[in-house]
C-alpha cells in the first residue's frame, strides 16, 4: 500500500501489557477498542499475558492518513511484537480483528502458537463488500453515531440489548466515541479483503468461534475456515449473535479453555 502514515508506526500505539503467563494477543473488531477484552477475558491475566492495542482510527490510536489494508495490519502487529520482545504468542481476533489474525497466521506461522479467529470471515460476499462503501459513506456523512441502532441489532440478541448489561453500554459509548474516518478507512480495508489463499499456509492449531445467531454469511464462513484450517475446532456459541464473546463470556472462556487443554 506503500506510505500509510504514523499510526502504522509500532511505536505510535500504546500496547496493553499486563499478567504474566504464555503470551496472548487480543485483536479488537470494528469501532470498538482493546478494552472490549476485558468484559470478554476477566481475570485472564492470571494465567497470560495478554497484549492489547488499538487499530489506526480506533480508541487511543491516530487516524491514518491514507487508505490501508488487512496486509498492513498484520505487518504493524508483527512490528508491535518486536517492540515488545515476543516472539511467539496466540493470536486471537473477532471479526475485523479475525480478519488481521488470519493474515498474521499465514504470513508469519513460526510466530504464531495458537490462534483463535471469531465471528470472522476470510472474505465478504459480493454482499457485504457493498455494504461497507455505504457505511463508510453513512460513517463520513452522518457520524458513526448514525450507525449505532444497526448496528446494536446486528452484534446482540434482542434480550440482551433490552438488558443494557456492561457489554451493550460499553460498545454503544465507544462507536459515539470512533473517529469518524477511522471507522470509514476501517470498513474499505475489509470491503477489499480476500484471505482465501493465504489460508492453506495457516498452521496453528486453531479455534473458530461463532455466535450462533450471527447473521448467515458469518455462519457460512465459520463453517468455511473449519473446512479449510488444517488442524482446527469450531465451536458455536448459544444465544448470541456477532459480538458473541461479549454476549456469552463464560462460554468464550470455556471454550477456550478445552482448547488450551487440548
Known amino acids: 500500500m506503500g506510505e500509510i502514515g504514523s499510526a502504522f508506526d509500532a511505536g505510535a500505539i500504546a500496547l496493553h501489557r499486563t499478567g504474566k503467563g504464555p503470551p496472548m494477543v487480543l485483536l479488537h473488531c470494528l ?6 477484552w476485558r468484559i470478554a477475558l476477566p481475570n485472564w ?27 498492513d495490519l498484520a505487518s504493524q502487529l508483527g512490528a508491535i511484537l518486536d517492540s515488545a520482545g515476543v516472539a511467539r504468542a496466540t493470536i486471537a481476533g473477532i471479526s475485523f480483528g479475525g480478519l488481521v489474525a488470519q493474515h498474521f497466521a499465514a504470513a508469519f506461522p513460526t510466530r504464531v502458537d495458537r490462534l483463535v479467529l471469531i465471528d470472522t470471515t476470510p472474505r465478504y460476499t459480493d454482499e457485504m463488500r457493498g455494504m461497507w462503501a455505504v ?40 462507536f459515539e466515541h470512533c473517529p469518524n474516518e477511522g471507522y470509514a478507512r476501517a470498513c474499505e480495508a475489509l470491503a ?12 496453528a492449531p486453531t479455534l473458530v468461534i461463532c455466535g450462533e445467531q450471527d447473521i448467515p454469511s458469518f455462519i457460512d464462513a465459520a463453517r468455511w475456515l473449519k473446512a479449510n484450517i488444517a488442524n482446527s475446532l469450531l465451536v458455536w456459541l448459544q444465544r448470541a ?7 456469552q463470556p463464560e462460554q468464550f472462556q470455556s471454550a477456550l479453555r478445552r482448547f488450551f487443554a487440548r
Open 45 to 71: 491475566e492470571r494465567d497470560h499475558t495478554l497484549l492489547a492495542y488499538d487499530f489506526p482510527g480506533h480508541g487511543e490510536s491516530p487516524v491514518p492518513s491514507a487508505p490501508y489494508g488487512i496486509a
Open 241 to 247: 449473535r456477532h459480538a458473541s464473546i461479549l454476549e
Open 192 to 203: 477489499a479483503a480476500d484471505l482465501r489463499a493465504l489460508t492453506p499456509k495457516i498452521a
Open 135 to 174: 457505511r463508510a459513506a453513512q460513517a463520513r456523512d452522518g457520524g458513526v453515531k448514525s450507525l449505532i441502532p444497526g448496528l446494536l441489532d446486528i452484534w446482540f440478541t434482542k434480550e440482551f440489548i433490552a438488558q443494557e448489561s456492561p457489554a451493550v453500554r460499553y460498545v454503544r459509548a465507544a
Open 31 to 36: 469501532g470498538v477498542d482493546h478494552r472490549l
